[in-house]
């Protein structure tokens, strides 16, 4: 079974910076997929950035220009680089992976971190 081990949340005034990290475990399953959500208290869940099963990124238009994904396969760890950070950023921060073994897919999510922008 796969987890996906989240850090780096915090609390940061406007225009700063942080960087999320989300580490998965081992697994006979592949990750097709892997990025990050985010949830506003009141919100609904919303893409934030995302590698695709074809190693694409997207971004959420609120984020692009600000916001950085990267994937280092080697440690299996993707990271969020947030930059210029906006009170509306403030939100819990979800891992997301998508798993794949032979012909199953499943989702996994990180247990969220909360990151906070406010002066």
């Known amino acids: 079974q796969v987890q996906l081990v989240e850090s780096g949340g915090g609390s940061v005034q406007p225009g700063g910076s942080l960087t999320l990290s989300c580490t998965a475990s081992r697994s006979k399953a592949s990750i097709s997929a892997m990025g990050w959500y985010r949830q506003a208290p009141g919100n609904q869940r919303e893409l934030v950035a995302m590698?695709?099963?074809?190693?694409?990124?997207n971004y959420a238009d609120s984020v692009k220009g600000r916001f950085t994904i990267s994937w280092v396969n080697a440690r299996n760890t993707v990271y969020l680089q947030m930059n210029s950070l906006k009170p509306e950023d403030t939100a819990v921060y979800y891992c997301?992976?998508?798993?794949?073994?032979?012909?199953?897919?499943?989702?996994?999510w990180g247990q969220g971190t909360q990151v906070t922008v406010s002066s």
């Open positions: 997301y992976a998508e798993l794949r073994w032979g012909p199953n897919k499943s989702d996994k």
């Open positions: 590698f695709d099963s074809r190693s694409n990124t």
